[in-house]
Nanobody, 125 residues
Framework: QVQLVESGGGLVQAGASLRLSCAAS????????MGWFRQAPGREREFVAT???????EYADSVKGRFTITRDNAKEMVYLQMNGVKVEDTAAYYC???????????????????WGQGIQVTVSS
């Protein structure tokens, strides 16, 4: 059973940069597809970014060109580099992991098997 723990969130001003980290334990994620999702109050959880075992990545249009997802399989870590953050990026951010048999390019929360507890990112104007 994979456990995921996010870190790196907090309060930042618009235009700043922030890096979220996701540490996996209890099982290897080296062949898993990894994703970041976010959920703002009163809104549904939405896809942010995903990366597969070949380092193929994909992004939501709202973050494309500003956010970058990376992974370090040796450390069982996944990261989300957030540059030029906007007020509308304010949300709880969740790290997610999908078993390798699910395939690649997983954009739906329903495709993921394991979730972190989430971490708050608040962007002030």
């Amino acid at each position: 059973q994979v456990q995921l723990v996010e870190s790196g969130g907090g309060l930042v001003q618009a235009g700043a940069s922030l890096r979220l980290s996701c540490a996996a334990s209890g099982g290897t994620i080296r062949r898993n597809v990894m994703g970041w999702f976010r959920q703002a109050p009163g809104r549904e959880r939405e896809f942010v970014a995903t990366i597969d075992w070949m380092n193929y990545d994909e992004y939501a249009d709202s973050v494309k060109g500003r956010f970058t997802i990376t992974r370090d399989n040796a450390k069982e870590m996944v990261y989300l580099q957030m540059n030029g953050v906007k007020v509308e990026d304010t949300a709880a951010y969740y790290c997610a992991s999908a078993n390798a048999w699910r395939g690649s390019r997983l954009l739906s929360a329903n495709d993921y098997d394991y979730w972190g507890q989430g971490i708050q990112v608040t962007v002030s104007s």
